[in-house]
């Protein structure tokens, strides 16, 4: 999706919350071609700018590929192999991050310039003429803010661990727009990794109230906010609400799963899928070298960099007969093995499924010994049937987070799914400062009041 001219206006606004970096990944020059704080008049400026935010979204720096890989790259012991030569990504991988990672620092922010954008929105929107707009803007801000805040504090504080305070910090919420430099400097001090959570459900649990049922391609629906504030829910270890949450979307979205384990990926917006990365051949992050197909790819046509590559551990987690094993997976450039997923630049993304809300309930199911919308096992054979994986006549939760391990692989969740069930990834603890990512440097300097995390100072 290309930027709209309007948000970007006031979109360098956020970008005064850091300064200016040697790395060419990171430098925009200002733009000062609209007053930032005039820029939204028109229902039709409101329209823009949420295109412009979901731009944001789906670029390299979010979930067009840093918030998918990074994950993977963190736990990625037994699991996968970097071979690539970006150095920010192979720090990730061996838990040696450079204040000064680039990756690090650009997904904090584009994070907090998408964050901005919904917070211009939200303090504006009483301009939107037509009701009924005005409620889904309202709705898209909130979501884009609350799931972006949720993002963050997984990536730079310690985990969220249920029956502790959590006063551990995370990041500083930020819940007022910022027009010009000046504003900038008023960032809070990091708040809790509670506080941040918070946060996050009060505007996932409003944006379900304003979003529309059936959402659009390119954006949001009420089940997607829904379906990421079970993802919330799941990761503090509130199962009931995980469950319910998981239930509803899987009940009423009207979603059903594919046929094909490979349907959601070669294919746009199946019927799968409750939020995906709108792309084409024309206009996506791989092209530009920093896409997903272009790290995890590694076919014998040329395509993608073959940097992320399977261990050969990882493929005796699958039964002969799943398919996800010979579907998802072959065998490319140096008789290495690589994800299929991630195949075509002009591909979608799917950032979430109705194949996870399944393994949600199943888990939730299983651990609050419940059953509803099914029994636990029923979820679980419902995914490995469509796998051509042996049907269980037990799920215990074991075998659940084994399950969405298959399912799940190099789709963005693995290094939460260890740091939430306490598990290890190779010898680094789930609450591992190592597994922590740093305030990026240029943040520290902007900001005085930012406290550093353990082992970057």
């Known amino acids: 999706m290309k930027r709209n001219n309007l948000y970007k206006y006031f979109f360098t606004a956020a970008l005064a919350l850091s300064f200016a970096s040697c790395d060419k990944k990171l430098d925009i020059n200002p733009t000062t071609e609209v007053d930032a704080s005039t820029a939204l008049e028109t229902d039709g400026d409101f329209k823009s700018a949420v295109v412009g935010a ?22 990625y012991e037994g699991y996968a192999i970097w071979g690539g030569t970006f150095q920010s990504y192979r720090q990730i991988a061996t838990k040696s991050i ?5 990756d690090v620092t650009r997904t904090w922010v584009e994070a907090y310039e998408a964050i901005n954008i919904a917070n211009l929105l939200l303090e504006s929107s009483s301009k939107i003429a037509d009701a009924d707009l005005r409620t889904e803007i309202e709705g898209e801000a909130a979501f884009i803010r609350g799931i972006l805040h949720f993002e963050l504090a997984r990536f730079y504080g310690l985990p ?17 727009g910022v027009t010009d430099s000046e504003g900038a400097y008023q960032l809070s001090s990091r708040n809790t990794v509670e506080e941040v959570y918070a946060q996050a459900i009060k505007d996932l649990t409003t944006a379900t109230e304003k979003l529309t049922e059936s959402g659009s391609d390119n954006k949001a629906s009420k089940y997607t906010a829904m379906a990421f504030l079970s993802r919330v829910y799941l990761q503090m ?15 009423e979205s009207g979603k059903t799963l594919n046929t094909s384990v490979t349907a959601a990926f070669a294919n746009k917006n199946t019927n799968e899928t409750l939020f995906e990365i709108q792309a084409n051949d024309q206009n996506n992050v791989g092209t530009s070298n920093d896409g997903l197909t272009t790290f995890y790819s590694g076919q014998t046509d040329g395509t993608g960099r073959a940097d992320f590559y399977i261990n050969p551990e990882f493929l005796k987690s699958f039964e002969d007969t799943d398919v996800r094993k010979t579907n998802q997976i072959y065998v490319g450039r140096r008789s290495r093995n690589y994800s299929g997923k991630w195949t075509s630049f002009g ?9 996870e809300m399944y393994l949600v309930r199943a888990e939730t199911n299983a651990r609050l010994k419940t059953a509803i919308g099914d029994t636990p096992v029923n979820d679980l054979n419902l995914i490995r049937r469509r796998a051509g994986a042996s049907v269980k006549t037990t799920a215990t939760v074991d075998q659940i987070l084994n399950e969405r391990i298959l399912e799940l692989c190099f789709e963005g969740v693995r290094i ?17 400062d190592d597994l922590v990512f740093p305030v990026p440097e240029r943040e520290m300097r902007a900001n005085k009041q930012l406290v550093q995390n353990p082992g970057y100072e």
């Open 98 to 102: 450079t204040i000064a990672n680039a």
């Open 237 to 251: 270890g509130q199962y009931e609400k995980a469950r319910d949450l998981a239930n509803t979307v899987i009940e």
């Open 160 to 176: 969220y661990e249920a029956g502790k305070q959590n006063i551990q910090p995370a990041v500083p919420i930020i819940l007022k």
């Open 347 to 355: 591909q979608n993304i799917p950032v979430i499924r109705l194949a």
């Open 416 to 432: 939460h799914d260890f740091k939430r069930t306490k598990r290890t990834t190779g010898t680094f603890a789930y609450n591992s």
């Open 54 to 75: 979901y731009s944001i979204l789906g670029g390299g720096a979010l979930y067009g590929t840093n918030l998918n890989i990074m994950p993977e790259l963190q736990a």
